[in-house]
């Protein structure tokens, strides 16, 4: 019963440091794409970006209810990982379907093609990381910001080729659409979440 006790203790300590690392990664990653996306008039980047921040905010919501040891923080914690989502998915839709009407051409991003192709290699280790402790420890919260880090993953590869289509092609309508996306994604998840 100790032993059991100490490896909870253990893959709890090593899910709050992946967690820690998510935050770091997406705060650099957050300012980062908004950035790129303001100055590239990007808005599949800059949708991008602030899916980043909340990506901090969900992540800091798994680190409360794992740092308090139970349950109890669950239903609070995976609601306000849904209405994240949904936060995204309402921005991101409502600016992509501006940028296709005004025919918004964005500028070429190199930097954020590097920035979005790191981010998916990133993301996809942290989650499957953190999915491999949330089985251990049966930790639904951290099973869910697991995968909204893979939901990242995914989006930062939808977002590389939106931008790689623009910068090479001149397929300027690929950002917004990549963006619609993403918005879709991002609204199906929300609702799951919600529902539980």
């Known amino acids: 019963m100790v032993a059991a006790d100490d490896e909870e203790t253990r893959a709890r300590r090593r899910g709050l440091r992946l967690v820690y690392a998510t935050v770091a990664w997406n705060a650099f990653e957050g300012v980062a794409a ?3 996306g303001v100055l590239a008039h990007s808005v599949a980047l800059t949708a991008y970006g ?24 669950d239903r609070a914690a995976l609601r306000a990982i849904g209405v994240s989502y949904l936060a995204v998915a309402a921005y991101v839709g409502m600016q992509s379907v501006l940028r296709l009407i ?9 930097f954020g093609i590097a920035l979005t192709a790191a981010a ?47 910068a090479v092609a001149g397929w300027w309508w ?17 609702l799951a979440e919600l529902r539980g």
């Open 34 to 36: 908004i950035a790129a």
């Open 50 to 73: 602030l899916d980043s921040s909340l990506e901090v905010f969900v992540s800091l919501i798994a680190a409360w209810q794992l740092r308090a040891g139970g349950t109890h923080r």
């Open 120 to 166: 998916a290699v990133v993301m996809v280790v942290l989650g499957l990381a953190k999915g491999r402790v949330a089985r251990t420890i049966g930790n639904r919260v951290l099973a869910a910001e697991a995968g909204f880090s893979l939901v990242d993953a995914a989006l930062s590869c939808t977002v590389l080729v939106g931008l790689t289509l623009n």
């Open 174 to 190: 690929a950002d917004p659409c990549v963006a619609l996306v993403l918005a879709a994604f991002a609204l199906k998840e929300g």
């Open 102 to 110: 005004s025919r918004a051409h964005p500028q070429a991003s190199p």
